[in-house]
């Protein structure tokens, strides 16, 4: 197997795989989406009653325009850096799960109305490096009497157990398209030079009365050429061992992170099952 970088960025990439199959090439994808650990907030406790502000003398309502049950989701679904060398699971960790700064951050939110409740309200309490990766998102609207004050945990799990916890979005695999050009008897100049301009990427050229590909790893196999080419000069067909993979990630982890870790994974539970055939009499 062949891994080549097409491109990376700090939340995205696209790779290409060589000499793989499909069905390794979907277990790395199914891996990516369900299987990569990080950070979210998994527990939230509300102050119930009136919350006096301390600067003003005023009473404020402990309420929002929305259940606290809502709230808590919006919470839960808020990016939170991780640094897997550094949290585990509760139930991995060597403080039995109940709670130490290795499997679990907490977080603070205390505002008052009339204002918007952002992402970046919601304070860590302790490493500022743990504070939400999209500041500006909306999480609630307060009144001008209402307020939010709440305390939240952020412990590590995974998108099997809750779409809080996935990593990777978008995550999508599809062969290389391979293009083809054999010129039928028939075909015209004036039918070649319409293929390639017919061509959305810009990728199929026409000189000197030959029709020829660019840059082939940049076809999205759309179609369009051979709809163009009524002489049918021109076919792509998938490579079925060559494939690309990819993904998003919401910032928790980078691209480079997650795929390691789902590498590292596969290769865990490859090794596992074949320890349990191997113990089968």
Request: hydrophobic letters at 35%.
């Given at each position: 197997?062949?891994?080549?970088?097409?491109?990376?960025?700090?939340?995205?990439?696209?790779?290409?795989?060589?000499?793989?199959?499909a069905s390794q090439v979907n277990a790395i994808?199914?891996?990516?989406?369900?299987?990569?650990?990080?950070?979210?907030?998994?527990?939230?406790?509300?102050?119930?009653?009136?919350?006096?502000?301390?600067?003003?003398?005023?009473?404020?309502?402990?309420?929002?325009?929305?259940?606290?049950?809502?709230?808590?989701?919006?919470?839960?679904?808020?990016?939170?850096?991780?640094?897997?060398?550094?949290?585990?699971?509760?139930?991995?960790?060597?403080?039995?799960?109940?709670?130490?700064?290795?499997?679990?951050?907490?977080?603070?939110?205390?505002?008052?109305?009339?204002?918007?409740?952002?992402?970046?309200?919601?304070?860590?309490?302790?490493?500022?490096?743990?504070?939400?990766?999209?500041?500006?998102?909306?999480?609630?609207?307060?009144?001008?009497?209402?307020?939010?004050?709440a305390y939240a945990t952020a412990v590590v799990g995974t998108a099997r157990e809750h779409a809080k916890w996935q990593v990777a979005h978008g995550v999508g695999m599809f062969p290389r398209p391979h293009v083809k050009i054999a010129r039928k008897e028939g075909c015209s100049d004036a039918c070649l030079k319409r293929t390639a301009a017919s061509c959305p990427v810009k990728i199929l050229e026409f000189s000197n009365g030959k029709l020829s590909v660019t840059d082939e790893p940049k076809c999205i196999d759309c179609g369009a050429c051979e709809e163009s080419c009524e002489h049918g000069s021109i076919s792509v067909e998938p490579d079925?061992?060559?494939?690309?993979?990819?993904?998003?990630?919401?910032?928790?982890l980078t691209p480079r992170e997650a795929l390691r870790y789902a590498l590292k994974d596969l290769k865990r539970r490859f090794e596992e099952s074949r320890e349990a055939i191997q113990a089968i009499p």
């Open positions: 197997m062949g891994v080549t970088i097409e491109e990376l960025t700090p939340r995205s990439t696209r790779l290409e795989f060589d000499a793989v199959t994808r199914r891996t990516l989406l369900s299987d990569i650990p990080k950070l979210a907030i998994e527990d939230v406790e509300f102050h119930l009653g009136p919350i006096r502000d301390e600067a003003t003398g005023k009473d404020y309502d402990s309420s929002t325009s929305m259940f606290d049950e809502a709230v808590a989701l919006r919470l839960g679904l808020l990016p939170i850096p991780t640094d897997l060398s550094q949290f585990r699971r509760r139930s991995e960790c060597e403080c039995g799960g109940t709670g130490c700064p290795h499997c679990q951050v907490m977080y603070s939110v205390d505002k008052k109305g009339p204002c918007t409740v952002y992402a970046k309200d919601v304070v860590p309490l302790g490493d500022a490096s743990l504070a939400i990766l999209e500041p500006d998102v909306p999480i609630v609207r307060l009144g001008a009497r209402q307020a939010l004050l079925t061992e060559r494939f690309f993979l990819r993904f998003d990630t919401d910032g928790a």
